[in-house]
């Protein structure tokens, strides 16, 4: 079976970084995706990792090392719209669906 | 360039009606998801669709549920019989067909679904 582990509730203060990280138990997979949702919005794509290492795209970077089964999505220059949920999902080889965590929710204080 | 776009963006049903969730992917995408989300947990994946074919619909209930992507016009996801436990929020996700691994999907505003 496919399963990721996402920390339930982070907090940070504005203008920090915070690193959010996602394990994941699976037999093989095509990549791991970050997405961002607001409360009462849809889930927004961020960011897709294929191969080990670092992706960046502007403050947001996310990282894979599938040695370790293990990602992260890093948020640099924390603003109050960051206050959102973030998932991490994979697509296990020879499957169509993608596999979800339970999200962690981000809170970010003045 | 409109983005996915599911209506109703609410829906309120009594117990044992049916509920039909339309979705409309973005233009050129031939690739439709569709998922639930409960609050506080993560999406759960119900069906993929290419046009006029289920692909996957290895997480939709085997009992009223279905779904169907038409040649022409929107997806549907139909829920007959609604229960309470099928209250959630239910949203649809389109890719284009060159992505044909689904990695970025892109979501509709998602339809929430309240049966009393």
């Known amino acids: 079976g496919q399963s990721l582990e996402q920390p339930s509730e982070v907090t940070a203060v504005e203008g920090a970084i915070v690193q959010i990280n996602c394990t994941y138990q699976t037999s093989g997979f095509y990549g791991l995706s970050w997405y961002q949702q607001h409360d009462g919005g849809a889930p927004t794509f961020l960011s897709y990792?294929?191969l080990d290492g670092l992706e960046e795209t502007g403050r947001f970077s996310s990282f894979l090392s599938r040695s370790d089964s293990y990602g992260y999505l890093l948020l640099q220059e924390l603003q109050m719209k960051d206050s959102a949920s973030y998932f991490c999902a994979v697509r296990g080889i020879g499957n169509y669906q993608l596999i979800w965590g339970a999200g962690t929710k981000l809170i970010i204080k003045p | 360039n409109a983005g996915v776009m599911q209506n109703p963006r609410h829906l309120v049903r009594r117990r044992g009606q049916e509920a039909r969730l339309r979705c409309s992917p973005m233009k050129g995408h031939s690739h439709v998801y569709w998922y639930r989300q409960l609050p506080e947990e993560g999406l759960k994946f119900m069906v993929y669709l290419q046009k006029e074919n289920i692909i996957d619909e290895s997480g939709m209930p085997k009992e009223r549920f279905s779904a169907e992507f038409p040649k022409e016009g929107p997806s549907i996801l139909r829920i007959q019989q609604v229960v309470r436990g099928d209250s959630a929020a239910y949203f649809c996700?389109?890719?284009?067909?060159?992505?044909?691994?689904?990695?970025?999907?892109?979501f509709g505003p998602g339809t929430r679904l309240l049966v009393l």
């Open positions: 996700a389109s890719s284009p067909p060159a992505s044909g691994s689904g990695e970025t999907q892109y």
């Open positions: 990792n294929a």
